[in-house]
Structure formats: structure tokens, C-alpha cells
């Protein structure tokens, strides 16, 4: 059930980051189905490997590379699924810092502690 609700809060904030930021578009709105998804599973699986990798350069940069990895993973997104386009890496970087915002804030609203 978690899963689920982390997939919606992060479809909906992947959503509202399209409708403010220029550079990040949908095509058809279904897809944002599909990049809440990835962004979840990326979330799960593979982001605490890339965490664990990165240790070293987050502990120099007191934890501001993270915000670059998140910006390329997003950035990898809009270049894997056809119909969500992200046009710059500053797009990526901003997007991924506006999604994360978001989906911390929907969780603080909705009471959703993971």
C-alpha cells in the first residue's frame, strides 16, 4: 500500500512540476503514470546503491551532490520514456529539486510518514 501512494504522490508531483517549469513536458497525461513509477522504483532500488557509490563526494560536498545525482536521474528519465521530454540538465535540476519539494510536502499535508 505504501508503494501505491508513493507512486501517486510522485505521478501528482511530477505533474505539477511540468505545469510550472518550461523545460519539462508530457505529452499524453498517462505518462505521468509511467514517470512516478520509474521514479519510485529508482527510488527503491537503485538510488541507495548510487547513495552508497557517491558516499565519499556527499560527505566532501556535505551532501550537495545529491542533488546533482537526483537532477541526472531525472534528466536519464526524460531520455528514456517517450512523451516526457526534459530539454536541459538545468530543467533536470530544478524538476528533480521542485519534485522533491513537492513530494515532501504532499506527505507533511496528507500524513504519510515512510
Known amino acids: 500500500m505504501r508503494i501505491i501512494i508513493h507512486w501517486i504522490l510522485l505521478?501528482?508531483?511530477?505533474?505539477a512540476t511540468t505545469k510550472i517549469i518550461s523545460g519539462i513536458s508530457v505529452n499524453p497525461i498517462w505518462v505521468v503514470l509511467?514517470?512516478?513509477a520509474c521514479l519510485t522504483l529508482f527510488n527503491m532500488f537503485i538510488?541507495?546503491?548510487i547513495n552508497i557509490l557517491t558516499l565519499p563526494i556527499?560527505?566532501?560536498?556535505?551532501?550537495?551532490?545529491?542533488?546533482i545525482v537526483n537532477g541526472a536521474l531525472f534528466w536519464?528519465?526524460?531520455t528514456m520514456i517517450?512523451?516526457?521530454?526534459?530539454?536541459?540538465?538545468?530543467?533536470a535540476f530544478i524538476g528533480a529539486l521542485l519534485v522533491s519539494i513537492i513530494n515532501w510536502v504532499?506527505?507533511?499535508?496528507?500524513?504519510f510518514d515512510f
Request: no cysteine; net charge positive; hydrophobic share 50%.
Open 11 to 15: 505521478s501528482l508531483a511530477v505533474f
Open 34 to 36: 509511467i514517470v512516478g
Open 47 to 49: 538510488k541507495p546503491i
Open 58 to 67: 556527499n560527505i566532501i560536498t556535505l551532501g550537495l551532490f545529491s542533488l
Open 76 to 78: 536519464y528519465l526524460g
Open 82 to 91: 517517450n512523451g516526457f521530454t526534459v530539454s536541459t540538465f538545468q530543467a
Open 106 to 111: 504532499l506527505k507533511k499535508v496528507f500524513h
